[in-house]
């Protein structure tokens, strides 16, 4: 099977903008992250000390870049135990690679249905439609990828998949595919759902998961979750597989519970989540449940080329969302504006980092760099430096616009000549200032298409800030 470009929009983000910020059903099902995440997630940090979470962060950021700087030994170290325990490790440097090794597994196997659980790696290798051609039926398990796959739509947002629909449209699409009367409540609909994917754990050759952590000290996987159907992708079939970017490394069992205790805080707003679930090896003699075969796709697809460099951090991430649920960016026009799987500020920065900056120039330019995500992240992520180097990067590549090159360029030029600028501001305040004189405000200006679209631009008064200092304190 030969490499392909995985499908992505990314290049035409600001065309998925417009067409996001026009939807008023999906603008309605995004009014709902404060509710959901980010009042739940000052909630729960607001019940643990200060001074103790702020502790929890440098000891997490501390180990994880610990980890990161001696990552060959840590991953050698979890394949010896792996194998220990009876399983197998299987290396692999891209998609293209990740997708052969699960395809030849499912054929080892003579699987024919896959139970999935949650994993954001294979949709980043588009694993599902590759299982498909190759004549294997996998089946979502999570409910929010249950929902979207029945749907045929992709994630929106990396811990709640299906955020950009309401429960009527769940409703509506439940009724349709189950063929059923029509619910709305939730309890409801998540009643239906379990009714409807209870046997196919029992009917799954493999269960395939993805993982919140790997264990270098035990080869043990470990998956965070508030939903029973990762436990059981784990444990009925007869093969687990586990499917993880080389990063979900950490040393030892403490390292993951150290974490664990921000991702769900984090992410979540709970202080842990439902399930935290560790997997090691085979089932073994005396043991009642568990896979007789265990294998884990360890897919490094351009991290290892991070390493060392100015976006080695973005390595630390794990996976809470907490900068998607806090950036305005993200809460006006959804993830699937972003044109790939990762969104968000960590999207706009590990997007370019997997598929190169040509491929998604526009998503490091969608930020305010408001710093919010930053300031939130619990691995001290400097997300709005990374964004930066990636602009910086388009730039020198020449791959922004020609006229946002040049305005760049010209602005630059002014700028670099104190006497030229203040002439350039002070005629333009009072050019301005002229143009909204009596409504001090200016409903559209040349080349601020897109501020006057949608809002009035405020007009200038009085002196320009350099003029007005030059006045109250002299040129000194």
């Known amino acids: 099977m030969t490499p392909v470009i995985p499908p992505t929009t990314s290049h035409v983000f600001r065309d998925n903008s417009v067409k996001a910020l026009a939807n008023p059903q999906l603008q309605r099902a995004l009014s709902n992250i404060r509710r959901d995440f980010v009042d739940s997630r000052g909630r729960a940090l607001a019940d643990l000390p200060e001074e103790e979470y702020a502790a929890l962060k440098a000891e997490a950021k501390a180990l994880k870049d610990h980890t990161l700087a001696h990552l060959d ?3 050698e170290r979890f394949a010896a135990k792996v194998a220990e325990t009876g399983g197998e490790v299987h290396w692999c440097a891209t998609a293209a690679e990740a997708r052969e090794t699960i395809i030849a597994l499912c054929k080892r196997y003579n699987a024919k249905t896959i139970a999935k659980g949650k994993s954001m790696v294979g949709e980043e290798i588009d694993l599902n439609a590759y299982l498909e051609a190759a004549g294997l039926r996998p089946i979502e398990t999570d409910l929010g990828e249950y929902i979207i796959q029945m749907k045929g739509d992709r994630p929106s947002h990396i811990t709640a998949p299906a955020i950009h629909l309401t429960k009527e449209d769940v409703g509506d699409l439940f009724a349709e595919k189950h063929k059923r009367p029509r619910k709305s409540e939730i309890p409801a609909l998540v009643g239906e759902a379990r009714e409807m994917l209870r046997p196919r754990y029992h009917e799954a050759d493999i269960g395939l998961t993805g993982a919140n952590f790997l264990i270098a000290e035990t080869g043990s996987s470990a998956i965070i979750t508030n939903e029973g159907n990762g436990d059981l992708s784990q444990i009925l079939p007869r093969a687990h597989i586990v499917l993880a970017s080389i990063d979900k490394i950490v040393p030892t069992l403490e390292d993951a519970l150290t974490i664990s205790r921000i991702l769900a805080r984090t992410s979540s707003g709970q202080e842990f989540t439902v399930y935290t679930t560790f997997s090691t090896g085979v089932r073994r003699a005396g043991d009642v449940d568990g896979p007789a075969a265990f294998h884990v796709v360890l897919l490094d697809n351009g991290r290892s080329k991070l390493l060392g460099t100015k976006q080695e951090p973005i390595l630390r991430c794990i996976r809470c969302a907490a900068c998607l649920n806090h950036c305005p960016v993200y809460k006006s026009v959804g993830g699937h504006a972003y044109g790939w799987v990762y969104t968000g500020p960590m999207g706009a920065v590990i997007t370019p980092a997997l598929l190169g900056v040509e491929r998604s120039g526009p998503l490091p330019n969608a930020s305010t760099f408001c710093g919010r995500c930053e300031a939130i992240c619990p691995m001290s992520i400097p997300l709005p430096s990374l964004m930066r180097h990636w602009r910086e990067t388009e730039y020198e590549r020449k791959g922004a616009p020609a006229a946002y090159r040049h305005g760049l360029g010209l602005w630059a030029f002014v700028a670099k000549r104190p006497r ?57």
Do not use: I, K, M, N
């Open 420 to 476: 030229l600028y203040a002439l350039a501001t002070g005629l333009g305040a009072r050019v301005l200032g002229c143009f909204g004189r009596g409504r001090g405000r200016l409903s559209a200006l040349p080349l601020a298409g897109g501020w006057t679209g949608t809002r009035d631009f405020p007009a200038p008064e009085g002196a320009t800030f350099r003029a007005q200092w030059r006045a109250a304190h002299g040129r000194g």
């Open 73 to 75: 030994f840590y991953l």
